[in-house]
């Protein structure tokens, strides 16, 4: 593109007034943005420093300057210091030069300098939090009820930031200007929602949508005594819950949770400045609070053009802080709500769905005292960019179908309300040709593999390269996706055949094994603990009966021995770590980004090795991410998910994993105390002692709200359709054995896939490990429990349905059981439901998907049986291990005794001073029965009636 259209050159010479500009994908908005700039500033009447242009990364921020270096007259050195950036940027910069003293506007006696430092790691953040929670409860014993309930510390990290995107800050007594109203959430906005889902449907012959759900209430709970029945809430005989009950449900007296979530807030806040750094979030609410206080400084920064794109992606703060800053009526926001995808952090839609009733809205609360804004709120222009420069017009077709396509089989959506919202677009690409497909098989992974072969090199998925069409590459494919954990794992299968790809995005960084490595072997220096010289053995080959044995006598090997020794006067863990990674030849982008990681919390916090080891542990656990790009040369297949894919485009896109559960996910858990509009504040868990004994109860005013409100899969439509606008030329949907709603919905037939991959004859390195001399073991050989079951105790039964369906329930029992899911999906009914009664009813530590092996003696020869406990229930003086089955009769239960009785003998050995328990839970009725274990001598005929001895060398 190098001269403006017609759409481009209308926002390029309206440069007066304020301007909502509706820019959908591919169409120049970063062209047309940077032309307009250069316009303004080569007008002569205004100079770069009049002219606050902010977008969303520092990236892109660096791209818009080069542009228009290139198309005005001004050049690098007269831009270098020009407003152009990012709103944190700009808060800091404000913050520095103007407000060391802003804290003390909302009362807290300290000051920012110039040596004050910004946090911009989440991990570092939350360790930070971390300590910080620890002294707070400690100082704070009146919020115990509270504390009591929350169960993990840095959930209140994420309540914080968001309330400080929503631009609710608090003050000494209270909260600033009338922050508390959002706390207390809008009943009003509430009881027109609740009205809207209790009307009866179907002409008054089916009962209400909040009637339905409210069927659930109490189902795995556990309220207090003042708790209504289900009865009560729903009504009898009706089809519609009873009057009354939308204000029974919203009014509740929220005081001590307010004041608890305040002195967290604020604490933190002073706590920051004590230890002298400041967050993303921070930044921003000082500078408001300073531009809100300081009316000369406000008029002083003011500029007279005021930029912003990516609008989509603006938070409530960062929208007011643009109106604050906007010194004349000249405001132009850029932006396209179907690519809204990023309310996780923050982002709010309706800051350009709703455009001009939130500008009236905000102006008016930021005039509340006096003249703040003096922007006109009822001449908004709006322009549209509708040719897109990227996509066919097939593929732009059909990614607005995606807009109006439910998300799941209950999910409801308006298609003429949505159509009225929507730009069309039309396509300037050369070439027309365009193939959209989608392929379905249960080897997924493979499927997509062979499916990216024979598109490589195939003319009809040809693509446009230098005004021709020409057979793709490898290196003009990019697979898209949900989550990041299939992208890993389809890198994975890739690398078993050498086929070139490259994952790009988020990696769950303390999981990969070099993080997994150097906490092993930092275990080792802190304790020698066996679970440090587990890892680095098994990583080094040694069998499992081998590593039993080295861990029982104490023998490590001479090299891992001097290797320790050599570790242990390294300098500092930074030091650790660089050993221990050239030790194994980690040199990429993981690597380094772990010792980033463990570096910069070292500098940041006040640990000890030990504390670092539980840090790396907590990683683990949560799954925490960092951005990693590991890059398999030029010609290779991108992989990254559908977030980390915004702003780029592709020749050729396969959108993979499409689903059920998936995409969108099936469900996820909540914090105990949570935000949200119109609910305002809210307690999922509350600690009372009734009847005299104290208990952690679920809050059934908060049970039911959340049952009351419609779920929302509009985010989950908007970034589906950003997965489809990347795609240049040929677009390939791929699933499992069961897809999801988008794909059974939308115009696309599925077709099947043979998952045959061959080997790639591509070149490559291969991973160097560590150069210990390790004996070639015999044994053990191995076994799952499964190899104890007869096959023809469940052929010619209809007893289960299906393993796909017995795979999801398990999968369900996990999350739940880990928190990270809450209601059960409906077409898991009724097995799901009977795993969260029998979940919710046991106390203790809950322990899913628990590895369990037991080594053998069969003949002489060793044997070891190993597999995944479903559940293991650890009391103080009991532990209980629960196998589910999703069968409809107990025609197996014999069979499941015997692999369940492999568990049992495990537990038994690891929990010597506990009654071990045994049960099959089946999941259709939620029977729980108890098995009677096998002795040891019983598995062992049963191996070797299996054919399950080994053969000596």
Known sequence: MTEPNGQQRRLIESTEGVHLVDAGPGTGKTFTITRRYANLVDGGDVEPDDVLLVTFTNNAATEMRDRIVAHSDYGVRELRDAPIGTFHGLCHDVLLEHGVHAPTLLGIDD???????????????????????????????????????????????????????????????????????????????FAETFEAGNRPRNGGGKQSRIRERLGSYGRGKCYRADAPSRAELRGEGTKRVPDGTAELLFEDDREALKSFVHDVYRGYLAFALRRNYLTFGFLQLFAFVLLCEDHDLREELAFEHVMVDEFQDSSEIQFKLALLLAGTDNLCVVGDWKQSIYSFQYAAVENVAEFEARLERFAAELNDDRERVGLPIDGVSRLELVENYRSTQAIIDFAERALVTPATGGDEVDPAAVRDRIVPLESNAAFGNSRIEAISHEDEHEAVLAKVQSIVG????????????????????????????????????????????????????????????????????????????????????????????????????????????????????????????????????????????????????????????????????????????????????????????????????????????????????????????????????????????????????????????????????????????????????????????????????????????????????????????VPTPEGPVGYTPHTLMREEAFSGTADGRGAAYGTDVHEFAERYALGETDDPPARLEPDAGHVVDLLDSLGGELRPEEEIVLPLEVDGERVV?????????????????????????????????????????????????????????YTYDGDLVPVDPLPVTDLVDLLREEGATPTAP
Not at 695 to 707: K, Q
Not at 898 to 914: G, I, M, N, P
């Open 111 to 189: 000051r920012i300098t110039r040596a004050t430092r910004l946090v911009d790691d989440e991990t570092v953040e939350r360790e930070l939090f971390r300590e910080f929670y620890g002294r707070f409860a400690d100082d704070h014993p009146e919020h115990e009820p509270f504390l009591r309930v929350v169960e993990e510390p840095t959930e209140l990290l994420g309540l914080v930031n968001q309330l400080a995107a929503k631009g609710v800050f608090p003050t000494e007594e209270g909260w600033y200007r009338n922050g508390e109203r959002h706390l207390d959430g809008d009943f009003e906005a």
């Open 458 to 773: 195939d003319e009809a998925y040809a693509i446009e390269r230098d005004g021709e069409l020409v057979a793709p590459g490898y290196g003009d494919v990019a697979v898209l996706t949900r989550t990041r954990d299939y992208g890993r794992e389809l890198l994975e299968v890739a690398r078993e055949y050498d086929l070139p790809m490259a994952y790009e995005g988020g990696v769950e960084l303390f999981r990969t094994d070099q993080a997994k490595l150097l906490l092993a072997w930092l275990r080792i220096l802190e304790s020698d603990a066996d679970r440090g010289w587990a890892v680095v053995l098994e990583e080094a080959g040694y069998s499992f009966e081998e590593v039993r044995h080295v861990l029982e006598e104490g023998t490590y090997p001479g090299n891992m021995r001097a290797f320790r020794t050599e570790l242990a006067g390294a300098n500092g863990v930074g030091g650790v770590a660089r050993r221990v990674f050239s030790r194994y030849g980690y040199d990429g982008g993981v690597a380094a980004t772990v010792l980033d990681a463990v570096e910069s919390v070292r500098a940041a916090t006040t640990m000890t090795r030990g504390d670092l080891i539980r840090f790396l542990e907590r990683g683990v656990e949560s799954g925490a991410t960092r951005e990693v790009s590991a890059g398999a040369g030029a010609d290779s297949v991108t992989v990254r998910t559908i977030h980390a894919t915004k702003g780029l485009e592709h020749p050729i896109v396969v959108l993979a994993n499409m689903n059920a559960n998936r995409f969108p996910p099936g469900g996820g858990g909540a914090g105990t105390i949570t935000f949200e509009d119109p609910l305002g504040l809210r307690a999922r868990r509350v600690y009372a002692e009734d009847h005299g004994h104290p208990h952690v109860y679920h809050d059934w005013r908060t049970d039911a709200l959340r049952r009351c409100l419609p779920t929302e899969y509009d985010e989950e439509r908007r970034l589906l359709y950003v997965a489809l606008t990347r795609a240049e030329r040929h677009l390939v949907f791929a699933a499992g054995g069961e897809p999801n709603a988008f794909l059974e919905e939308l115009p696309v037939d599925i077709g099947t896939v043979e998952p045959t991959v061959r080997r790639a004859d591509a070149g490559g390195t291969e991973q160097a490990t560590l150069g210990f001399s």
């Open 865 to 921: 049986l190993s597999g995944l406990a479903d559940l293991v229930h650890v009391r103080p003086g009991t532990v209980e291990v629960v196998d589910f089955k999703t069968d409809t009769t107990r025609r197996a239960h014999g069979e499941y005794r015997k692999q369940v009785s492999v568990y049992h003998r495990v537990l038994d050995e690891w929990f010597t001073d506990r009654t071990v328990d045994a049960h099959v839970h």
